[in-house]
């Protein structure tokens, strides 16, 4: 079993700076991407940032010049630096590790529990 940690979540006025950690463990092959998504209170889950084992990023277009992903394969674990927030950038930021099923082309989607981010005066 694979458990996905996620820290460093909380409130922070506009224009303010956060960074999110997720720490993979348990029974781990081949993480093949780890990223974030969020979701806002009445909407759907999106897309916030994406990183491949090879180092291939891809961004939501709201957040494109102000987060950065990155990761360490070391240490199974993706970071997002998150600046010049917004208070539309509110949400809970999810976790996500798409993992190769061993001896097959399958991957197996994991989700972390979320961490909430609040961007308020």
């Known amino acids: 079993q694979v458990q996905l940690v996620e820290s460093g979540g909380g409130l922070v006025q506009p224009g303010g700076s956060l960074r999110l950690s997720c720490a993979a463990s348990?029974?781990?092959?081949?993480?093949?991407?780890m990223g974030w998504y969020r979701q806002a209170p009445g909407k759907q889950r999106e897309l916030v940032a994406t990183?491949?084992?090879?180092?291939?990023?891809r961004y939501g277009d709201s957040v494109k010049g102000r987060f950065t992903i990155s990761r360490d394969n070391a240490k199974n674990t993706v970071y997002l630096q998150m600046n010049s927030l917004e208070p539309e950038d509110t949400a809970v930021f999810y976790c996500?590790?798409?993992?190769?099923?061993?001896?097959?082309?399958?991957?197996?989607?994991?989700w972390g529990q979320g961490t909430q981010v609040t961007v308020s005066s």
């Open positions: 996500h590790a798409a993992m190769r099923v061993p001896g097959t082309a399958v991957l197996d989607d994991y």
């Open positions: 348990g029974t781990i092959f081949s993480i093949i991407v």
């Open positions: 990183i491949t084992s090879d180092g291939s990023l």
